[in-house]
């Protein structure tokens, strides 16, 4: 009996210093797929408990750097604090179908934009700036309570008409507000300042996002996108 209770406390310490010692890369495993899509790591150092890597993302024209420090919580959660590009904590757990759930609470990151939307030219934005109240996002829900300022909103011409002068229209500032609508989140997107105008909405969900806006511009008169 006393060799088979010295065999399970090995086994434990052996668990437990083998769960404590798993590398960074493991942390960033738990992402979702849907996450994983857009964004890509790099130099991933440390442990899973506390470490750093660098992302990059095809919407961002800079090197973002991440640090983290978690814990686990029960019954299956991993609690982390977030540093540096994206400042606040999140929780990682099994969700439906074992794919995982990310929750999330007063989160905030600033960082240069670049937004690829289909039929739509490429918005460059100089600074963006978001604050999330509150996420949760698995396979069968994004539910999102956040805000995002844009400064300094590029958007070229060309793709909209031929022959212009003028190359592009800059807006001064661009609000957008999400609120939950059931399993999804829908988004008002409004600008500020004068010239150029916009206004639109977009609904995100983890299958699809949609959305619709309009343009009013000085050189080519009110234009519509969606996708």
Known sequence: MRRVLLAVVLVGVVVAITVWRLPASFALAWLPPAVGAHLSVHSATGTLWRGEAELTSPWVPATLRLTWRCQLEAPV?????????????????????????????????????????????????????????????????????????????????????????????????????????????????????????????????PQRTRGEIDLNLPRLGRQRLAW
């Open 77 to 205: 959660r991993l609690a982390c604090a977030l540093g540096d590009a994206l400042r606040g904590d999140i929780r990682l757990s099994p969700g439906p179908g074992g794919q995982p759930r990310v929750e999330a609470e007063s989160l905030a990151a600033t960082l240069p934009l670049q937004v690829q939307l289909a039929g739509a030219p490429r918005l460059s934005i100089d600074r963006l700036h978001m604050e999330i109240n509150a996420l949760r996002f698995d396979r069968t829900q994004l539910v999102l309570n956040a805000s995002a300022t844009a400064t300094n909103v590029l958007m070229p011409l060309a793709p909209l008409a031929r022959g212009l002068v003028v190359s592009a229209e800059r807006l001064r500032e661009v609000v957008a507000e999400c609120a939950p609508d059931g399993a999804s989140t829908r988004c008002q997107i409004a600008s500020r300042g004068d010239g150029a105008t916009l206004r639109g909405r977009v609904e995100l969900s």
